[in-house]
Nanobody, 116 residues
């Protein structure tokens, strides 16, 4: 059974930084692309970033490019999202995601609030 557990969210001031993490289990982690999505309050969930199995390929949504960095540690089955220069509009629940076994799997999410 696939399990994704996010952590590291919290309250941060505008311009600050935060790193969220996702621990994965129940799948051959090193073989799969991992993704981060987010769901701002009152809005639909949106894709944030993806990282390929060996970290050679990363992709970002336009508004996150240059501010966010996705990374992974295949030995620890972990994926990370480093977020810099945070803005109030980055406030959202951040979700880890993987498509495995013919379906999408999601964690429970971690809340990131950017506010002064």
């Amino acid at each position: 059974q696939v399990r994704l557990v996010e952590s590291g969210g919290g309250l941060v001031q505008p311009g600050g930084s935060l790193r969220v993490s996702c621990a994965a289990s129940g799948l051959p982690f090193r073989l799969y692309t991992m993704n981060w999505h987010r769901e701002p309050p009152g809005k639909e969930r949106e894709w944030v970033a993806s990282i390929g199995p060996n970290s050679a390929i990363t992709n970002y949504a336009h508004s996150m490019k240059g501010r966010f960095t996705i990374s992974r540690d295949n030995d620890k089955n972990m994926v990370y999202l480093q977020m810099n220069s945070l803005k109030p509009e980055d406030t959202a629940v951040y979700y880890c995601n993987v498509f495995f076994g013919g379906q999408n799997h999601w964690g429970q999410g971690t809340q990131v609030t950017v506010s002064s």
